[in-house]
């Protein structure tokens, strides 16, 4: 193929954080060593705080188990999830660098068609350091990928795309399905391939699970607050799902954009779905009136900051959801509280709270 | 000099051609009914239903035959794609017409590659009425072929303009009868994916076209009606029913449907990457939506694909022209108005090298420019709720094409009135009895 060298990805060794919730050791980055020995990781640990995680050796990490989070952030503490891996959001906040990558501790390195092992960090940091295309689908997928290009028809002026905010992978193996799903198959395993990123188009929306999942924690990081799952709560197993169309909206309101596709890694435990279904039983009824929500969601022009839009939809959840559950009252303050959280923990480094508007093309 | 073949001959030829239509053969005398089984297996027609069918008869000499031969029932399908059988979704092949635009005479590699794919459908083959030579076509096909004259008798002269160059596909549209429609251009073979295996493209259009798509929600796993796929943890349940697709859009492996100012810049740029998924483009989302390697739903979408938008300089190549993304532009509208889907991604065809870009680019880069009109224009269009049918929505879209985008440039104004004019050809001569 004619045509220049490929450049290769710059690793961001010290750009980016990798987040890990866990409530077990981390012998699983044994696999990972490879390709993430060079980063820093936070680890949040859920579960019981006086349990000692043991982390392989050569790995450059902080730890955070629930008495960390009660001390750090005193009675703000109450709106990070505990007994849930919605407590990964927490790392987020505490972390310093301009990009995260937070990945399940049941998943390991997957293989492409060809055998070779596939470096999800590195296609997430191209997936985030190339532009997105939300305006116009483009049919041979992501344009910016090598081999690729935008298609006959395609407008030259939206070619230049808008910045990337979060990058959804997916999963080989035991796929992301809810309770009733994988009741109905238990046996089923994704074992199909698909060679594509593509950008998600402005105004629909997606379930983003959090188990590979990398996001530009400068542009959209107040976003991705994962809610308040798992012990005392009604639901579990949302915390994704609701970060998701939260912060999908806002990056629809704001000009980024967002990709699912590849890196692929490979999920190896399915949970429990008697289990699961106990927990997702509340959101299964209410996602039916969450989607019509978030679906016609609007923010005002004067939201120009993230924090703003978070606090904005804070407030429709409360005046809108809060008669479907008065769960969704408590939820609506946890957001206002994060987002208070957030900039108490961010805006002393003197990195500004208020990042400015996107420019929509 | 070859004999005149005789009348029973000619009479099991036809039968072959029309294998689909029979039930039942065992009326048929014993050396008939052996002769039938060798010019099927010859003319490449020997599928699971036509097995069965000379099974059936119980004769003797048939099931030696077939013994010999070594045939044998196949518990997959019939046919090298991992998409399962059209006979699971209740489709006939008499349910499906192919429709080929000739813009070369000679068709003869083309079918041929095509041959075990096509061979049991019926084909409509619309020659370009600026074609001056006669269409070579092999025989063993189902086939009608279409030309200028045809045109002329059917529309008059003077309005089968519209149909010259790519557009010509469209008169096979028009006066075809039949709910699905499988269009492909004449330089694309079928592409074999990431086995080998050879891609049967009008298997995996109809696959689309009968399984739901899902346009108000992304599924991550992307088609979840695929095998070994589904819905994915977060997807509404009340969503997971889906809604009718109305048109699939196919791509092109070797040569990608780019413009010429890409593919110029890239002249060495070739598509290798056989991408395994379908999905539903979301409701509103804008796509470009090529001609090269689509299908869709005649009964609920036909109108709507349409010869409309021809560029000044419009040439043969398809670097020449945007008649295809301006007809896609005005489906997607209609489709994301009457909740109806589209799907993209599988199935891949083999686009031959073909034609200069640069060239191209010289001749016509009017309709690059054009697009920046187009899309702010389809962006903003809004369908009134009266607006049930595809004929409605086309002709809302035509007038509103006349009053925001005519005044822009001349190209615009003749296309909102080639659309107008479409729809009444469609109603006029769209259904009821074959106009020919």
């Not at chain 1, 730890?63 to 927490?90: E, H, Q, T, V, W």
């Not at chain 2, 694909?305 to 398809?318: F, H, S, V």
């Not at chain 2, 945007?322 to 909740?339: A, P, R, T």
Request: a neutral charge; hydrophobic letters at 40%.
């Amino acid at each position: 193929m004619a045509g220049s060298s490929i450049k290769p990805t710059p690793l961001l060794k010290d750009e980016l954080d990798i987040v890990i919730p866990t409530i077990r050791n981390l012998d699983f980055l044994e696999m990972w060593r490879p390709f993430f020995e060079q980063y820093h990781l936070i680890i949040v640990q859920d579960g019981d705080p006086s349990k000692n995680i043991k982390v392989p050796d050569g790995f450059d990490y902080e730890l955070y188990n629930r008495n960390d989070i009660n001390r750090i952030l005193g009675p703000k503490a109450s709106c990070i999830s505990f007994k849930d891996s919605a407590c990964r959001c927490f790392g987020y906040m505490v972390s310093k660098k301009k990009y995260i990558y937070t990945i399940d501790d049941d998943c390991f390195v997957a293989k492409d068609p060809s055998g070779k092992e596939i470096n999800a960090l590195e296609q997430h940091i191209k997936n985030l350091l190339s532009p997105s295309t939300p305006l116009f689908f483009n049919t041979l997928y992501d344009p910016y990928r090598e081999g690729a290009d935008f298609v006959r028809g395609y407008p030259f002026s939206l070619r230049e795309g808008v910045p990337t905010a979060v990058s959804h992978g997916l999963w080989l193996n035991i796929p992301d399905y809810d309770a009733p799903t994988q009741l109905v198959k238990p046996l089923e395993r994704n074992t199909r391939y698909v060679d594509a990123v593509l950008t998600v188009p402005k105004g629909t929306l997606f379930p983003m699970c959090g188990m590979n999942l990398a996001f530009n924690r400068e542009l959209i990081g107040p976003a991705m607050y994962f809610g308040l799952m798992g012990d005392g709560q009604p639901v579990g197993r949302y915390d994704d799902m609701w970060a998701g169309w939260c912060m999908k909206v806002i990056c629809d309101h704001m000009g980024w954009g967002v990709k699912t596709g590849l890196p692929y890694i490979w999920h190896s435990k399915a949970s429990n779905p008697f289990v699961n279904l106990k927990k997702e039983y509340n959101g299964i009824f209410w996602q039916e009136e969450l989607i019509p929500f978030f679906q016609s969601a609007v923010l005002p022009k004067e939201c120009t900051t993230v924090q703003k839009c978070y606090i904005e939809l804070a407030k429709q959840v409360k005046e809108k959801l809060g008669k479907l559950d008065p769960y969704f009252i408590k939820l609506a303050d946890a957001m206002v509280t994060w987002i208070e959280a957030w900039d108490e923990l961010n805006s002393s480094e003197g990195k500004p709270a208020k990042l400015p508007n996107g420019t929509a093309k | 000099m070859r004999t005149q073949p005789s009348l029973l001959s000619l009479a099991i030829d036809t039968a072959v051609l029309h294998l689909s239509h029979f039930s039942d053969l065992s009326p048929l005398p014993d050396h008939i009914l052996l002769d039938l089984l060798g010019r099927t297996l010859k003319a490449g027609k020997l599928n699971e239903k036509v097995l069965n069918l000379f099974m059936a008869t119980g004769k003797d000499e048939i099931l030696s035959v077939i013994q010999a031969l070594n045939i044998q029932h196949v518990l997959t399908p019939v046919l090298p794609t991992k998409f399962g059988k059209m006979s699971v979704v209740n489709i006939k092949d008499s349910d499906v017409d192919i429709i080929i635009g000739a813009l070369r005479s000679d068709l003869t590699s083309f079918m041929n590659e095509w041959r075990s794919i096509f061979s049991r459908f019926h084909l409509i083959i619309v020659k370009d009425p600026d074609l001056n030579e006669e269409l070579k076509i092999p025989e063993g096909f189902n086939v009608d072929v279409y030309a200028k004259s045809h045109m002329d008798h059917v529309v008059g002269s003077s309005t089968s303009v519209l149909f010259s160059g790519y557009s010509c596909r469209y008169f096979g549209f028009l006066i075809s009868r039949k709910k699905y429609i499988v269009s492909i251009d004449d330089d694309c073979v079928p592409a074999k994916d990431e086995k080998g295996f050879l891609v049967d493209a009008v298997d995996q259009h109809i696959m689309n076209l009968t399984t739901p798509a899902t346009p108000f929600f992304f599924n991550t796993l992307y088609d979840p009606y695929r095998e070994g796929a589904d819905f994915v943890r977060g997807y509404p349940f009340s969503l997971r029913n889906g809604v009718m697709c109305a048109l699939s859009c196919g791509l092109w492996l070797n040569l990608a449907d780019f413009d010429a100012p890409t593919q110029a810049l890239k002249p060495g740029q070739r598509n290798s990457r056989y991408v395994d998924a379908v999905m539903t483009v979301p409701a509103r989302a804008m796509m470009p939506i090529s001609g090269i390697n689509i299908a869709f739903d005649r009964e609920v979408i036909g109108p709507t694909l349409l010869p409309a938008l021809r560029l000044a300089g419009e040439g043969k190549l398809r670097w020449e022209t945007m008649e295809d993304i301006w007809s896609g532009m005005c489906v997607k509208i209609v489709c994301d108005h009457l909740g109806m889907g589209v799907k993209s991604g599988l199935p891949y065809v083999w686009r031959r090298d073909r034609g200069n870009a640069i060239e191209s680019l010289k001749k016509e880069w009017e309709g690059v420019k054009l697009m920046e009109e187009v899309v702010p224009f389809f962006q903003s269009v809004r369908l009134p709720r009266t607006a049930a049918t595809a004929e409605d929505c086309v002709v809302e879209i035509a007038k509103a094409v006349k009053q925001k985008l005519g005044p822009l440039d001349p190209v615009f104004a003749r296309a909102a009135e080639a659309m107008s004019e479409w729809i009444k050809l469609w109603k006029a001569l769209g259904s009821g009895s074959l106009p020919l």
